[in-house]
């Protein structure tokens, strides 16, 4: 079945980076591209960016444009997500999903168990 | 980015109920778009795509309809899982948006 396991819990101070990972299995890596999405406590969906785990071709939300990060590593199945320069608002879980159709970005079949990030000094 | 608004924020309904919630875009997404049900401490899960298909696995008492800006996620008769926190999300054009969410409670 389709799994997708992330990394654990972060903590960091502003200013720093983190790097969320997404460990895929039960399917064929770079045949369905990949979302990262974040939800802030007691808040809603926020999406951040999407890869394809083909050729890691990206799209960014506005939002995160300059400090977001995404790659992957085909020989791990493997997605990453780096976010820089955090502030405190980016105290999140940050959820990997996966594309329910391969070659056609939308919705979500499958989610990452969620990695929490807690930003403060 | 296209809005995504759902009302109503907060629903308290019983067991058995018929529960309707609403997601208006600021504008056409035509019938691009999903719902999704998160639990408490939960990755969300899928229920509808493109509008008004069923997931795989999810029971036929969740639908979807509507399109262009207004659309409708429809849960038949409201059983004790289904409390929870519903989103839609809409995938027209980039970037996707997600509406606030729509909390399912407990009468």
């Known amino acids: 079945q389709v799994q997708l396991v992330q990394s654990g819990a972060e903590a960091k101070k502003p200013g720093a980076s983190v790097r969320v990972s997404c460990k895929a299995s039960?399917?064929?890596?770079?045949?369905?591209?990949l979302s990262w999405v974040r939800q802030a406590p007691g808040q809603g969906l926020e999406w951040m960016g999407w890869?394809?785990?083909?050729?890691?071709?990206?799209k960014d939300a506005q939002n995160f444009q300059d400090r977001v990060t995404m790659t992957t590593d085909t020989s791990t199945s493997t997605a990453y997500m780096e976010l820089r320069s955090l502030r405190s608002d980016d105290t999140a879980v940050y959820y990997c999903?996966?594309?329910?159709?391969?070659?056609?970005?939308?919705?979500?079949?499958?989610w990452g168990q969620g990695t929490l990030v807690t930003v403060s000094s | 980015d296209i809005q995504m608004t759902q009302s109503p924020s907060t629903l308290s309904a019983s067991v058995g109920d018929r529960v309707t919630i609403t997601c208006r875009a600021s504008?056409?997404?035509?019938?691009?778009l999903a719902w999704y049900q998160q639990e408490p401490g939960k990755a969300p899960k899928l229920l509808i795509y493109?509008?008004?298909s069923l997931a795989s696995g999810v029971p036929s008492r969740f639908s979807g309809s509507g399109s262009g800006t207004e659309l409708t996620l429809t849960i038949s008769s409201l059983q004790p899982d289904d409390f929870a926190t519903y989103y839609c999300?809409?995938?027209?054009?980039?970037?996707?948006?997600f509406g606030q969410g729509t909390k399912v409670e407990i009468k």
């Open positions: 999903a996966r594309d329910a159709i391969a070659a056609r970005p939308g919705w979500f079949d499958a």
């Open positions: 039960g399917y064929t890596f770079t045949t369905f591209g």
């Open positions: 890869i394809s785990a083909y050729n890691g071709d990206t």
């Open positions: 504008q056409s997404i035509s019938g691009w």
């Open positions: 493109d509008a008004s």
């Open positions: 999300q809409q995938y027209n054009s980039y970037p996707w948006t």
